[in-house]
């Protein structure tokens, strides 16, 4: 069927988705808070309403400190290692780096979509994360939201100007087949290495996911994610602190052997022993290509980022992912809510998919904890359509040259893409039928989005799209000042055209 009319987380030494409401008031950044009783269209969270747009200013906003790749015409396919993010997260462009020198056992987390990295300047997250403890499931607002679709009436900010703005992120066809082609040689050179030499990686295979498979990258083909996945039979999960998300990984008895014996502590398999070697690898065989270097070690981060200096400077984050065919993590039993979006069907086989299992470093004391983070590859983007597929550009790009302006500041250092991807996922949940995502009614969509965006944002309520149990606006996960100054700004955007689309 075609999916589009369906209806359809051991001790702290181991390593291891709504009503759509009405429009908040203008508010100018650097003014007061939005009042609380505003709602907001789409997360299903009540959020608060500014003041009239007649009682405030409308000034700017005031700056206090001033993998392979394939050519963008393939067909994306659903794939990573952390509870709650499907294997569709891992994409060529979205992941992060650890720190250098030895460091605690690590534990394993379940890989759902995955949340994009945190690179400073851009959409993408960098630095460090802690796991997210399990708290009770996040609730949804009640509100009721007006109706979505071309019987509004009210214009949308932002107006014609969209149309124009998407024309300046579609990727060039020649850049990105030659980013491309640079990109999948060096990946070539390192699979061919970990493949034949007498090591622990020795199984990896390629897993395309990221949002150039997905077709929802923007700007430029300067970054890109690639995971090399290994595939680990007989896996026991030990959940990490009721996270949902996070766990450590014990081996069953395997007759075979296990590649990964070596890392074990104990029963624990050593997140942070198996990145350290991985990494290690990688950093010897990069000198024998040329014209690249592996940047320093991000704390808290994955991956191994690497610079392709020439013929442009092009960024490469590479993933090492556990696969596990077993069932999927409990804690996304309830997730995926799909069934009047795409269908029930579409769940299941998106279900049978293996899950991932991406290092992570967990705050633990003065120190960081390794675990293993799931994540499945469960690439929802293949399934929207272009009006959608836009207003997910859109918001991308409104959240990248918002951390752009204000780089200097540290407020917007935790927001990346796979939060807004996930905010993304809830509209179309909310509004599943394909007439309510007309091209002609873009500027009105867009506004959903960014309305329910900033709901989540004023309820500090974004529920993991694959692991509801988790919150990824928790006080834990980003603290209440950065949220208040990312929704002011955005506010500010909504109110007056978006003029950030006209910078940088």
Known sequence: ???????????????????????????????????????????????????????????????????????????AKTAPVRAGDPASAARPEEQAVPAEGPEPPAASALALPRPGSRRRGGARCSGEQRPPPRSARVPSCDAPAPAAGPHRREAAPGGGKLRAVLETLRLSRPDTSAAAEVVNRVVDHLLRRLQNCESEFKGVALLRTGSYYEHVKISAPNEFDVMFKLEVPRIQLEEYRNSGAYYFVKFKRNPRGNPLSQFLEGEILSASKMLLKFRKIIKEEIKNIGDIIVERKKRGSPAVTLLIR?????????????????????????????????????????RRQPFYLVPKHAKEGNGFQGILNVKTKSCLCVYVHACMKDCLKLMKYLLEQLKKKFENRKELDKFCSYHVKTAFFHVCTRDPDDSQWSPKDLEFRFDDCVAYFLQCLRTEQLVHY???????????????????????QIEYERNNGFPVFDEF
């Open 310 to 350: 020439k013929p442009e400077a092009i960024s490469v984050d590479i993933i090492l992912a556990l696969e596990s065919k077993s069932s999927w993590p409990a804690s996304t039993q309830e997730g995926m809510p799909i069934n009047n979006w795409l269908g029930a069907k579409v769940k299941a086989n998106l």
């Open 466 to 488: 694959f692991i509801p149990t988790v919150n990824l606006f928790s006080q834990d996960q980003i603290d209440k000042t950065s949220k208040e100054f990312l929704s002011k």
């Open 1 to 75: 069927m075609d999916p589009r009319r369906g209806k359809a987380t051991r001790t702290a030494s181991k390593a291891g988705v709504s009503a759509r409401s009405s429009r908040g008031a203008r508010t100018e950044p650097g003014g007061p808070p939005a009042d609380p009783n505003a709602a907001r269209p789409g997360a299903g969270s009540c959020g608060p309403a500014g003041k009239s747009g007649s009682q405030q200013k409308k000034s700017g906003p005031a700056s206090t400190e001033g993998t392979q790749v394939r050519a963008p015409g393939s067909r």
